[in-house]
């Protein structure tokens, strides 16, 4: 599979910074998902949904500090 990258100009970060970057989608044909972004100062946020409709979020910053790591369908993604 191949995934598909679209540029973005002003997303707020997970450092707090509204910076451009790009998202990445990817998936399949069994219902995984994937929706990440990229941001121009480093951060990154990835998200991963799944099959069975649960999720994985993760928000990195640029400086390597893991803001948000949850795994399960109950926090509202
Ligand atoms: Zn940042």
């Not at 450092?15 to 970057?21: F, I, Q, R, T």
């Amino acid at each position: 599979m191949v995934g598909t990258k679209t540029p973005f100009s002003a997303e707020r970060a997970p450092c707090g910074k509204v910076v451009a970057g790009e998202y990445y989608r990817d998936g399949d044909e069994h219902g995984l998902r994937i929706r990440d972004s990229f941001f121009e100062c480093g951060c990154r946020v990835i998200r991963h949904e799944f099959h069975d409709g649960s999720c994985h979020e993760r928000a990195v910053r640029h400086d390597g500090r893991v803001v948000k790591d949850q795994y399960g369908p109950d926090h509202g993604c």
